[in-house]
């Protein structure tokens, strides 16, 4: 487990604590936060664990060096059921999770950002079992929501 202390030098480090990124650490503040690893094809894998009677994700915050195709295989050590939500471009991924299974998702998230996901069933999202995938890079020119400065009346 991470003390406050780790938690805010990793936060720092992969640039989430800036204006504007900041929430990310805040929201998700009770969980861990874990590192895609990236395969020699490319492809990214991570895996993330429900532990038993925490009702949180384990991590709850997942980083993604860049964009592309990720492996997450999921666990649930709880003894109830749960599921994930799972973003993915162009499609959403649902996983079932009955107590003391896995299951596997591929995901395409081909761009920079937070890309949330949850346990929609029953009252889990509300109780805390939500997390999120931020994707590090750059945003291209072309896709940014900057706008010039506007005249003051």
């Known amino acids: 487990m991470t003390t406050a202390q780790e ?10 604590d800036v204006q504007n990124k900041a929430a990310i650490g805040r929201v998700l503040g009770t969980g861990s ?3 895609a690893t990236e395969r020699a094809d490319g492809r990214m894998e991570a895996q993330i664990r429900i532990p038993p009677d925490e009702l949180s994700f384990d991590p709850s915050i997942l980083v993604m060096p860049h964009g592309g195709d990720i492996e997450l295989e999921l666990i649930n050590d709880d003894l109830n059921t749960h599921c ?3 973003p993915s471009n162009g499609d959403r991924k649902f996983i ?3 107590n003391h299974s896995r299951g596997r998702a591929t995901l395409n998230l081909d761009g920079p950002g937070c890309y949330y996901y949850s346990s929609p069933t029953g009252n889990d999202e509300g109780r805390g079992l939500t997390g999120a995938i931020v994707v ?3 945003v291209p020119p072309e896709a940014r929501l900057d706008r010039p400065a506007q005249p003051r009346p």
């Open 136 to 138: 590090l890079g750059e």
């Open 33 to 35: 936060i874990g590192q």
């Open 96 to 98: 079932w999770l009955v």
């Open 7 to 16: 938690r805010a030098d990793l936060l720092s480090k992969i640039g989430l």
């Open 84 to 86: 994930a939500l799972l």
